[in-house]
Nanobody, 123 residues
């Protein structure tokens, strides 16, 4: 199991940008799909973007397409989520997680989770 180390959260004003990082400790993501998720208070966890490590194939949720971009750095064993034009409704705890590449694209398939990082966007 890959150990996930997250960083990059914080408090920003609306319109600002942040880049979140999810690093694999001592291992590669190899045959995994890495996803970014968020959970706002009183809401269900939302899938934002996924990347297949081996191919670089990406998927972005319609709700954040055009503002958020997932990417990877193979040499650093790190997946990023670049978030532009942040809005107050983006305030949430953001998580990275992994699933096996052959599993379905559902949140239930992601069985390895980071600790989460808070992103707060003020007006």
């Amino acid at each position: 199991q890959v150990q996930l180390i997250e960083s990059g959260g914080g408090s920003v004003q609306a319109g600002a940008s942040l880049t979140l990082s999810c690093a694999a400790s001592g291992r590669t993501f190899s045959s995994l799909v890495v996803g970014w998720f968020r959970q706002a208070p009183q809401k269900e966890r939302e899938s934002l973007a996924h990347i297949t490590w081996s191919t670089g194939s990406i998927w972005h949720a319609e709700s954040v397409k055009g503002r958020f971009t997932i990417s990877r750095d193979i040499a650093k064993n790190t997946v990023y989520l670049r978030m532009n034009n942040l809005k107050p409704e983006d305030t949430a705890v953001y998580y990275c997680a992994t699933r096996r590449s052959f599993t379905s694209n559902n949140i239930q398939s992601f069985n390895n989770w980071g600790q989460g990082t808070q992103v707060t966007v003020s007006s």
